[in-house]
């Protein structure tokens, strides 16, 4: 295994770099944009993009600088006063954006998702073709949650999620997410703490260390951009969770300075995964959970095997043949997400019976799989 040293040095190497800026580094207290953090953020990262470096930005602050303009003292609770804030604030936010980039003599173009842009493979493959396009006319993209339309089971949560799919999405080499702390941090004795510098993997305890839940201003906290970036590191990419109110941050951590925390990749992109897979494992919300017993989670997990009729315990939700579920153990844990080769009704029909059993039990003949191999993307519980 690297040392944590040669682990930063290879960040050197990254040429397409995701960026996500939180609400508090943009924006004041009062909701108003920090001109000035901007202005060093822009400067930054063309200086980055002047290098060769392709940039994409995730940014918050858009609620925030419609809660400003409309005078709202908290962040709305109700999903339409959201949406009202996002619509006034996301043109002010694109605005200040295209007046630095062009201070730098560069373009931007905005990129509004939902979740149920990416979780359909059309859909999915458009968004990521565009972005590909942008950069490879030396565009930045600026990406943000389409908050006008999103309602609760088409959000991704929070934009340290959003940008982690931009990641996987684009297959960068780098996440960046810039926050208002310099990293994770543990207790270091006498009441103080200390920056962890590098974080070799999620374990409650280091999760048990995030402090936060987000302002008014936002939504994240430190858990989420560990979840994010643990996310982002089992298909082979590297996370720095930084501060981003420090001078050159991004081109700091690009240039392998230890700075941040960094979360390295747990396995080498050559290893994480197909197109296919990411987009089935990362991008989906599955409609249904199949329940199976030991020796069916071992065909899958050791063997490297189909799920078969006869090791399908229980079926659960309603849902139709193609669509998305997740595979659970005995004890409830997540062993794997695919595509069912049958609807729920039918699986409730043949679970438990063998493969050869199935044309009788159901008066037709069909797969000798549940959910076969090629549609079937093993996950971490």
């Known amino acids: 295994m690297n040392t944590a040293r040669q682990q930063r040095d290879l960040l050197r190497d990254a040429k397409r770099v995701v960026v996500k800026i939180g609400s508090r580094v943009l924006v004041q207290r009062n909701g108003r944009p920090d001109l000035r953090r901007l202005r060093a953020l822009t400067q930054d990262l063309a200086r980055l993009q002047r290098q060769g470096v392709e940039v994409v930005v995730v940014s918050s602050g858009a609620v925030g600088a419609g809660m400003q303009a409309l005078g709202m003292k908290t962040r709305p609770k109700e999903i339409t006063d959201l ?15 295209d007046k630095l980039f062009a201070a730098e003599r560069l373009r931007i173009g905005q990129v509004l998702l939902t979740h149920d842009d990416l979780k359909d493979r059309h859909r999915h493959l458009n968004a990521r073709h565009t972005l590909l396009n942008l950069l490879g006319h030396f565009i930045i993209p600026i990406i943000n949650e389409n908050d006008v339309v999103s309602v609760a089971e088409l959000k991704f949560g929070d934009n340290d999620v959003l940008a982690a799919l931009v990641t996987l999405l684009i297959h960068a080499d780098l996440l960046v997410l810039l926050t208002t702390v310099d990293g994770l941090r543990a207790p270091a004795g006498a009441g103080r703490t200390r920056r962890v510098a590098c974080l070799q993997e999620l374990t409650p305890d280091a999760l048990a260390l995030a402090q936060g839940k987000g302002s008014d201003l936002s939504t994240g906290g430190m858990a989420s951009k560990l979840r994010s970036a643990d996310m982002v590191a089992h298909v082979g990419t590297a996370v720095v969770i930084a501060n981003g109110r420090m001078p050159q941050i991004v081109a700091r951590i690009c240039a392998g300075a230890d700075v941040g925390t960094l979360i390295p990749p747990a396995l080498p992109p050559d290893e994480a995964g197909g197109a296919f897979k990411r987009w089935l494992a990362y991008f989906q919300k599955a409609k249904g959970h199949l329940k199976i017993d030991d020796g069916a989670r071992a065909a899958l997990e050791i063997k490297g095997g189909s799920l078969l009729p006869i090791g399908l315990l229980a079926v659960e939700g309603r849902f139709d043949e193609g669509d998305v579920v997740d595979i659970r153990s005995l004890d409830g844990g997540l062993v794997a997400r695919g595509l069912s080769e049958y609807s ?38």
């Not at 949406?83 to 954006?97: D, H, K, P, T």
């Open 83 to 97: 949406q009202m804030a996002a619509a006034v604030g996301q043109s002010r936010l694109m605005a200040l954006y």
């Open 344 to 381: 729920s009704g039918d699986l409730q029909k043949i679970r438990g019976h063998r493969s050869d059993e199935v044309p009788d039990l159901l008066g037709a003949d069909g797969p000798a799989e549940v959910v076969h191999r090629d549609k079937l993307v093993l996950l971490k519980s």
